[in-house]
């Protein structure tokens, strides 16, 4: 399972470092962003938006463990966070995927 | 339960190999150890494999079994091969000399540059050192101590197969303990030894190797405190 | 790179993570906050603008992830594509620069 997040948790860092030279782009032009919204609004893009904001709370789950497991003292419970990082970044993916 | 297992066996050297098929009469209570001497007793005796104790002790049989890294000789079959089948092969991670036999020097080698070995100030002379076995240090070397250096989490790790010059979690592991002996005097140069981009840090924490380890020892958790004595060492200037 | 320099690379590496924490939390909030009902550049802009708080966040937000990103890459250059040593460096030197200066571009471009 940790191996798992742990591909999850580097594989999404990349991706994020990747859109986000876009994405500052994007928000620099703020005189423009309604035209960019309308095009945001075809189903691909949404989909898209949902992926990097379920990205998001992956990398965040997985970095958070390793900081837990880095800096927390050692627990038995600790075998259990990948599990719950997962867990996290579902409920996250739900839950922006409900507000749409 | 079948009668027979079907075993797949890798054969080979240095420059590579194949499986290999052989049946297998099925026993009770039959270890992958029984499985592998059998084949090499009475089916093939061209088959080269390690093992010494035969009771979980020494680890010497340590092999990958059905793609994970394990002590032959505490892997019951009926736990494994659920459909009749299995597959075995050498450590992962390391040089192969020949069918199931590892060459582990690059693994004890590590195991020295990480200064895993113990250098006391005291002689014969000098009377005992104390050391409370409750004290905190003590707690935290003891739950690492128990390291019979048998390779299987050095096998299981996804660092040491992508950064050649990882040390490796049995290496840190064991440095670990050391950092926690009061009575050791190369506590500078141990600390120099796992810190950098091929000891300590290097470490993702995919905790394959606590998952796998035999004895039930967390090596994540010794790698953890290492990190963090290295970091506060940087910090501090004493690195 | 000396073990001193990488060692310093990994704290700052947690350090900018631990402060990424909370920005990505704050910003996941908003975000699921900000999305219902439909996006639209002058709800945005209006919750932005001119607002000091939010250019403080988001000033930090993006010098944080101007730390972590490269740090982040560099390790995965050196076990993905066994690409190590000083060129690396400078191009991840380099790309740090890019995220700060675009970042700050952004925070510029809503709050200002």
Known sequence: ?100 | MSVMLQVRVWRGGAAGGAWRQYDVPRRESQTVLDVVTHIQRALDPTLAYRYACRVGMCGSCAMTVNGAPRWTCRTHVDKVAQDGRLSVAPLKNLPVIRDLVADMREFFDKWARAQGQFKGARTRADDFERIAPGSEARRRADAAIECIGCGVCYAACDVVAANPGYLGPAALNRAWTLANDARDTAQGARLRAVAGDRASLACHTHMSCTERCPKALSPTAGIAGLKRAVARAALQGRL | MSRRAETLLWVAQRASAAVLAVCVLAHLATLIYAVQGGLSGAEILARTRGNVAWLVFYTVFVLAVAVHAPIGLRTVLAEWLGWRGRARDFALIAFAVVLAGMGLQAVRGVVA
């Open chain 1, 1 to 100: 399972m940790s191996r798992a997040l742990a591909l999850a948790h580097r594989l999404s860092g990349i991706a994020l470092a990747l859109f986000l030279p876009a994405h500052f782009w994007v928000l620099s032009r703020a005189l423009e962003l309604d035209a960019f919204l309308a095009w945001t609004g075809q189903p691909a893009v949404k989909l898209a938006e949902w992926g990097l904001v379920t990205l998001l709370a992956l990398h965040l789950a997985g970095g958070l463990r390793v900081l837990a497991l880095e800096f927390l003292p050692w627990r038995d419970w600790a075998k259990g966070l990948a599990a719950a990082a997962a867990g996290f970044a579902v409920a996250a993916g739900l839950a922006y995927a409900l507000a749409l």
